[in-house]
């Protein structure tokens, strides 16, 4: 079963930056496309931001130029960098493969999330 563990959210200032990281228990990590997700009350799950096995980028227009991706595959962690954070990214934060030609997850079983919180 695939285990998704995220870490690294908390509370911030608007204009401050945070530093998500996700380990991921997937055999042949290197193969999938890695994806970032958010999740505000009363709002449905979107991905914010997703890199491919090749390193290619791509992120909602809302946190471009902000939040950079990035992957290890040899420690099979994906991360993102978010500075510059306004009180509109509150939310709980998730990692996820993307399911080929979609924005959904390729798994089911999604991992805890980690809360990030920006409020003066």
């Known amino acids: 079963q695939v285990q998704l563990v995220e870490s690294g959210g908390g509370l911030v200032q608007p204009g401050g930056s945070l530093r998500l990281s996700c380990a991921a228990s997937?055999?042949?990590?290197?193969?999938?496309?890695m994806g970032w997700y958010r999740q505000a009350p009363g709002k449905q799950r979107e991905l914010v931001a997703a890199i491919t096995s090749e390193r290619k980028t791509n992120y909602v227009d809302s946190v471009k130029g902000r939040f950079t991706i990035s992957r290890d595959n040899t420690k099979k962690t994906v991360c993102l960098q978010m500075n510059s954070l306004k009180p509109e990214d509150t939310a709980v934060y998730y990692c996820?493969?993307?399911?080929?030609?979609?924005?959904?997850?390729?798994?089911?079983?999604w991992g805890q999330g980690t809360q990030v919180t920006v409020s003066s």
């Open positions: 997937l055999t042949l990590f290197s193969i999938y496309t």
């Open positions: 996820n493969a993307v399911a080929p030609g979609t924005m959904r997850g390729q798994f089911s079983s």
